[in-house]
């Protein structure tokens, strides 16, 4: 009997280690077994899912408008008070985009274009693109900027003041005018600004003047240049969907020095697979005319998805004294932080900043009745899947901001302070909806969840038997000590029994 119970002793106990060993040794079986599938599944190449899907996202993106109306222009203009601004919006705009002229080379990269049309969305929208604001005149100042920055002397050229005025005449002599949205956001053809150039060639001024004016002027129906990226095929999983060139160039043409002018990361929409918290993620934005990076925020959960949000760190915007990489950017006054001057970027005077001056020096917040930054609204996030690097929620948020030069021999610049005026700021997003997160999970998040519950199954029916091994063996060792207790007692009475009579 005492032989059969040490039996089923070792028997649960060897079981039960047997089944945690098993299932321990499964996390890393099934880990690789994980990450060689995804692996498979991710390059950018013709048969994958995740190329279907990069090519031709079924993400939802919304371009949001908020757009500053100014209040008290006369008295900006002609006293210097304050700004005071009040914020309107959102505009919002669908974004249709999918890639075009696709080709592959043979070093692993991949070249495309990617159109982007914006169609407004009355119902998600708070008002009207006829919606009429007091704003910069960007015609004006552009115009002004681009002959005070190209052709120094440019108003003793026209022949003085006089002429300058009936020049800037044409072009409403006004720095703040009255507008629709839809202008300010798009732009309109004017024939204007073509008379302006040939007026300025007779005066031997050759400045080139653009043929229309705004926020996002010809980039509505259009791509932003040719990418090239890496697909993530012959080894180099990690490199998937770097940029390798943009334009046929590896790095800019617009900053001071080479690390500024790097061409790093990504567009923002796929990073490589299984990233991790201590990574640093870098993307590219023709909007900012520069690449940035991101760093771990927080943990998220979209429709039960795990996510991880990358957030730009305070340095990226730091100025040059406590970030020295951002003296590249000077051009050439150094700005303070948050603030960048992407004017040879753009070819106007144009200033980028978060939304409200978010994380940027106080002084440009107080410059501007009507700024209010938060984190909440304001900060740009990427929130990253971390199993395949798909990026399932994002806002890209920038204010674009004119940069206002006292200029004293142009009457309507004469009295003002340097201003970095603010025009509107911008939420570009794309979040998951709920059918791409039911997919996501079926196909992904529940062969991984799968496999997990099996390991830690296995892992616990095998502890739970040697739990069970060593209470049966306690048991079986307490009945035993027990019984032979009760053996010994019982022998001594009979002993006792036996030798009484004889002493008596």
């Not at 003041?161 to 956001?185: A, C, M, P, R, S």
């Not at 003002?416 to 025009?423: D, E, G, L, M, N």
């Amino acid at each position: 009997m005492a032989l059969s119970a040490f039996a089923n002793t070792v028997i649960l106990l060897m079981t039960g280690c047997f089944l945690m060993v098993i299932g321990g040794g499964l996390i890393a079986v099934f880990k690789r077994v994980i990450h060689n599938v995804i692996s498979q599944k991710m390059p950018l190449i013709n048969g994958t899912e995740s190329y279907e899907t990069w090519k031709d996202p079924p993400v939802p993106v919304y371009m949001e408008f908020w757009v500053f109306d100014l209040v008290n222009p006369n008295e900006f203009l002609e006293n210097g008070s304050k700004p005071v601004v009040k914020q309107l919006g959102p505009y919002v705009y669908r974004e249709v985009r999918t890639k075009q002229e696709l080709i592959f080379h043979k070093n692993d990269t991949l070249s495309y274009k990617e159109p982007k049309t914006y169609v407004f969305d009355p119902d998600k929208s708070t008002g009207s693109e006829d919606d009429t604001i007091t704003s910069v005149n960007l015609l004006f100042v552009t115009v002004v900027d681009a002959l005070d920055r190209l052709a120094p002397g440019w108003i003793k050229k026209l022949g003085g003041e006089y002429v300058v005025d009936k020049l800037l005449g044409l072009l409403g002599n006004h720095v703040f005018t009255k507008q629709k949205v839809g202008d300010v956001i798009w732009g309109k053809p004017n024939l204007v600004l073509e008379l302006i150039h040939d007026i300025l060639k007779t005066f031997h001024i050759d400045v080139a003047i653009p043929e229309e004016v705004g926020l996002f002027a010809g980039q509505n129906g259009t791509d932003d240049g040719l990418y090239t990226v890496y697909t993530g095929t012959g080894g180099k999983l990690d490199n998937l969907n770097i940029i390798n060139k943009w334009n046929g160039e590896s790095s800019l043409p617009y900053w001071n020095g080479t690390l500024c002018n790097m061409i790093n990361g990504t567009d923002g929409t796929l990073y490589h697979p299984f990233v991790d918290k201590s990574e640093t993620l870098y993307l590219f934005s023709t909007d900012i005319c520069r690449s940035i990076y991101v760093t771990y925020d927080s943990d998220q959960t979209n429709y039960g998805i795990q996510l991880y949000r990358f957030v730009p760190p305070l340095e990226v915007f730091a100025n040059h004294t406590e970030n020295p990489v951002n003296k590249g950017y000077c051009r050439p006054d150094c700005l303070g932080a948050g603030v960048l001057d992407i004017t040879p970027c753009k070819g106007a005077p144009v200033i980028i900043s978060q939304p409200h001056f978010y994380q940027a020096a106080p002084y440009y917040i107080n410059a501007i009745q009507g700024m209010h930054p938060n984190k909440e609204e304001h900060e740009t996030f990427v929130d990253v899947e971390p199993n395949t690097g798909a990026v399932m929620n994002a806002a890209k948020r920038l204010q674009i901001n004119i940069h206002l030069k006292n200029i004293s021999d142009v009457t309507e610049l004469a009295k003002i302070p340097p201003t970095i005026f603010p025009v509107a700021w911008v939420n570009e997003t794309a979040k998951i909806d709920e059918a791409t997160a039911d997919k996501f999970t079926h196909e992904v998040m529940l062969p991984i969840l799968a496999t997990t519950i099996v390991q830690y199954a296995l892992m616990a029916l095998g502890f739970l038997l040697i739990l069970v091994g060593i209470v049966y063996a306690s048991k079986k060792r307490v009945c035993h000590r027990k019984q032979a207790g009760y053996q010994s007692i019982n022998g001594e009475v009979k002993e006792e029994d036996s030798v009484s009579p004889v002493n008596t």
